[in-house]
């Protein structure tokens, strides 16, 4: 991301020594194999590691505006796949910013521990 005079508030998180802290913890919480479960793609691309089918380019946040077909076809994943993913603990970490993936916080804590948090960014394990 480019920001012309400064980072917004609300877009701290993309500072780069904030995201270098939250990819040094992502390598060092999963292997490279590790499927994890990030709200932005960009923290997996400078990890090097792989993200959860169909969040690897777009957020989750479009899927409930389109039908299966679509999501199908744009190589998405749908919300529930997100809940399901959840539940039976298919991915190794979740790095979420404060307020995304709000819907899924309930599984989320009751099947994660919060490993770690940098700024408004928690990791999950």
Do not use: H
């Not at 802290?21 to 792989?50: C, M, N, T």
């Not at 946040?61 to 603990?89: G, M, Y």
């Amino acid at each position: 991301l480019v920001f012309i005079l400064a980072v917004r508030e609300r877009d701290q998180f993309f500072k780069i020594l904030e995201v270098k802290k939250v990819v040094s913890i992502i390598q060092e919480s999963a292997k490279p194999e590790d499927k994890i479960l990030s709200v932005w793609p960009g923290y997996l691309v400078f990890s090097k590691r792989d993200g959860m089918v169909g969040m690897k380019t777009c957020g989750y946040e479009v899927t409930p505006f389109l039908t299966e077909d679509k999501i199908k076809a744009l190589n998405l994943v749908s919300q529930a796949e997100i809940r399901r993913a959840l539940e039976e603990k298919q991915v190794k970490l979740v790095v979420v910013w404060e307020g995304g993936l709000e819907e899924f916080y309930p599984v989320l804590e009751e099947k994660y521990v919060l490993k770690e948090k940098v700024g408004k960014v928690s990791i999950y394990q």
